[in-house]
């Protein structure tokens, strides 16, 4: 029997949060819309408040646009897509809570076969409650493939190397590691996703991506947001754990891996691992740790992190860090990869700027030619945008060298619509394609660069340092990027 013909059950627990009502409906709207579920999918939302199915629909609807059907047509896919979601209320740990929901399932399902996707939009720490309620009630019935069952579940994926592997064999008690989605939703990212066709399917840029030619790497992802509404949740995990060691780590591994024999997702995930394993474990040597105050910006005064009131107002945990990553193997040793992630700094971005060394210094240097080298700049958001700087003459008479840039903005370039992270990471789940999810070995490696230091900080009570809201960030991180010859973007 076909995928087609079969019953998909996509049921969101926590479906009352944030995360679900402005991500996973909207996408699975999305794909809707453009036809890409199964005739026979039904969603079902579960969670603590108690709703009606109707409720549940307008609370669902606020999010959705019709981004992929304007015009009329768009109000008949709403009305397809919401007869064909419910909803149930209960408590997570409830196994009896579970079996009414299967009931409602099983209805709906009728007498075809079905898939099941489990999105636990839930804190982390209920995870494994929710895991075992399912599990108990009968739901997840350990199917593999046909009938299959899948779970995603969503970064921090516990604090440290050992309460990660700890998670990873609780629920891994449920869910097989192959039913297992780790969602890292920058991998759904489109300019992300671009990152290794950039690599290997150009010839200019992969015979010059080592050690000899290129001279450092940034990665640096900045948000001009404070924590608010989030306070209590951040103050428990800090940055370092928010975004630096899944975000930018994912997009530091794809920067640096080897190329894939075969493109699936076990070479994908193997030589992603193999790079990682070769990161070594950062030092408090090479980090900065920053927080923001309070501060007039742009004409509206900001609460420092202090003020904020979900956090302890004698809380350490940064809002911001940068680090000096490097990487033992023969493509980039000595290679500092500087990469840094800010809330409340004065711009949204996450970019990767590619650095090379000086071409021949010599030749035009009589001529006062600008020497800066080239630079690759990814920007990943806002802008979607690939530019690369070259040197160029000036026209006119004479010989004048300035660099200009080669602007490849996806704005211009493609007509298609950029699909959000979401919408193809839900995808991904329901074809079963593991390539943009997390395996447990290299959720594994990527703790075991931070896990010591992060240890560090806390124990030794290391405060970070203040910088205004809407500023650059920390000076210190400045000073730690010119230790390696590098300035920041
Ligand atoms: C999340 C972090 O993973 O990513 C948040 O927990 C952050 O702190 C968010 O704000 C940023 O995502 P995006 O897609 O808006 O850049």
Same mark, same amino acid.
């Given at each position: 029997?076909?995928?087609? %013909?079969?019953?998909? $059950?996509? @049921? +969101? #627990?926590?479906?009352?949060?944030?995360?679900? /009502?402005?991500?996973?409906?909207?996408?699975?709207?999305?794909?809707?819309?453009?036809?890409?579920?199964?005739?026979?999918?039904?969603?079902?939302?579960?969670?603590?408040?108690?709703?009606?199915?109707?409720?549940?629909?307008?609370?669902?609807?606020?999010?959705?646009?019709?981004?992929?059907?304007?015009?009329?047509?768009?109000?008949?896919?709403?009305?397809?897509?919401?007869?064909?979601?419910?909803?149930?209320?209960?408590?997570?740990?409830?196994?009896?809570?579970?079996?009414?929901?299967?009931?409602?399932?099983?209805?709906?399902?009728?007498?075809?076969?079905?898939?099941?996707v489990f999105y636990?939009?839930?804190?982390?720490?209920?995870?494994?409650?929710?895991?075992?309620?399912?599990?108990?009630?009968?739901?997840?019935?350990?199917?593999? %493939?046909?009938?299959? $069952?899948? @779970? +995603? #579940?969503?970064?921090?994926?516990?604090?440290? /190397?050992?309460?990660?592997d700890l998670l990873?064999?609780?629920?891994?008690?449920?869910?097989?590691?192959?039913?297992?989605?780790?969602?890292?939703?920058?991998?759904?990212?489109?300019?992300?996703?671009?990152?290794?066709?950039?690599?290997?399917?150009?010839?200019?840029?992969?015979?010059?991506?080592?050690?000899?030619?290129?001279?450092?790497?940034?990665?640096?992802?900045?948000?001009?947001?404070?924590?608010?509404?989030?306070?209590?949740?951040?103050?428990?995990?800090?940055?370092?754990?928010?975004?630096?060691?899944?975000?930018?780590?994912?997009?530091?591994?794809?920067?640096?891996?080897?190329?894939?024999?075969?493109?699936?997702?076990?070479?994908?995930?193997?030589?992603?691992?193999?790079?990682?394993?070769?990161?070594?474990?950062?030092?408090?040597?090479?980090?900065?740790?920053?927080?923001?105050?309070?501060?007039?910006?742009?004409?509206?005064?900001?609460?420092?992190?202090?003020?904020?009131?979900?956090?302890?107002?004698?809380?350490?945990?940064?809002?911001?860090?940068?680090?000096?990553?490097?990487?033992?193997?023969?493509?980039?040793?000595?290679?500092?990869?500087?990469?840094?992630?800010?809330?409340?700094?004065?711009?949204?971005?996450?970019?990767?700027?590619?650095?090379?060394?000086?071409?021949?210094?010599?030749?035009?240097?009589?001529l006062g030619a600008?020497?800066?080298?080239?630079?690759?700049?990814?920007?990943?958001?806002?802008?979607?945008?690939?530019?690369?700087?070259?040197?160029?003459?000036?026209?006119?008479?004479?010989?004048?060298?300035?660099?200009?840039?080669?602007?490849?903005?996806?704005?211009?370039?493609?007509?298609?619509?950029?699909?959000?992270?979401?919408?193809?990471?839900?995808?991904?789940?329901?074809?079963?394609?593991?390539?943009?999810?997390?395996?447990?070995?290299?959720?594994?490696?990527?703790?075991?660069?931070?896990?010591?230091?992060?240890?560090?900080?806390?124990?030794?009570?290391?405060?970070?340092?203040?910088?205004?809201?809407?500023?650059?960030?920390?000076?210190?991180?400045?000073?730690?990027?010119?230790?390696?010859?590098?300035?920041?973007?």
């Amino acid at each position: 029997m076909s995928e087609e %013909s079969k019953a998909l $059950s996509i @049921v +969101v #627990i926590g479906a009352s949060g944030d995360l679900a /009502r402005k991500k996973i409906f909207p996408a699975l709207f999305a794909l809707y819309s453009q036809g890409m579920l199964p005739a026979h999918v039904r969603i079902f939302g579960f969670s603590r408040s108690k709703m009606t199915d109707e409720t549940f629909r307008k609370c669902i609807t606020e999010h959705l646009t019709c981004r992929y059907v304007p015009g009329e047509s768009c109000q008949e896919h709403m009305d397809g897509f919401l007869d064909r979601c419910f909803y149930m209320s209960g408590q997570y740990d409830s196994r009896d809570a579970f079996l009414d929901l299967y009931q409602v399932m099983q209805r709906e399902e009728g007498a075809l076969p079905a898939n099941r996707v489990f999105y636990l939009a839930i804190p982390p720490s209920i995870f494994l409650d929710v895991a075992q309620a399912l599990g108990g009630a009968g739901l997840v019935q350990c199917g593999i %493939s046909d009938p299959w $069952s899948r @779970v +995603v #579940i969503e970064k921090p994926f516990g604090r440290d /190397r050992s309460s990660s592997d700890l998670l990873v064999q609780q629920m891994g008690d449920v869910f097989r590691e192959a039913q297992t989605f780790r969602i890292d939703h920058y991998l759904g990212k489109e300019v992300i996703q671009n990152l290794m066709v950039l690599r290997f399917a150009n010839l200019v840029f992969e015979p010059l991506w080592n050690r000899k030619y290129i001279k450092s790497v940034q990665i640096s992802w900045k948000e001009d947001l404070s924590v608010e509404g989030r306070g209590g949740y951040f103050d428990g995990y800090g940055i370092i754990r928010d975004v630096m060691q899944n975000h930018l780590l994912q997009i530091m591994s794809i920067v640096a891996m080897e190329p894939c024999t075969k493109m699936d997702a076990g070479h994908i995930c193997n030589e992603k691992v193999k790079v990682v394993r070769q990161i070594p474990a950062l030092t408090l040597d090479d980090l900065v740790v920053g927080q923001y105050t309070a501060a007039d910006w742009k004409g509206t005064y900001y609460n420092g992190y202090l003020e904020d009131e979900m956090v302890p107002n004698d809380s350490i945990t940064p809002t911001f860090a940068a680090a000096a990553l490097t990487i033992d193997n023969d493509r980039w040793r000595g290679v500092p990869f500087l990469i840094r992630a800010g809330k409340g700094l004065e711009c949204r971005t996450t970019e990767i700027r590619i650095q090379f060394r000086h071409a021949n210094k010599s030749m035009y240097a009589a001529l006062g030619a600008d020497h800066s080298p080239n630079e690759l700049v990814i920007r990943v958001q806002p802008d979607e945008s690939i530019m690369l700087t070259v040197a160029n003459k000036v026209p006119g008479m004479g010989m004048k060298i300035e660099r200009t840039q080669l602007d490849l903005r996806y704005q211009e370039a493609f007509e298609e619509i950029i699909p959000d992270a979401y919408e193809s990471l839900m995808l991904d789940v329901i074809r079963g394609d593991k390539s943009l999810f997390i395996r447990k070995d290299e959720l594994g490696a990527a703790w075991d660069i931070f896990t010591p230091v992060l240890k560090q900080l806390e124990t030794e009570g290391i405060a970070p340092e203040p910088y205004a809201f809407g500023s650059h960030g920390p000076k210190a991180a400045d000073a730690l990027a010119q230790k390696y010859g590098v300035t920041w973007a």
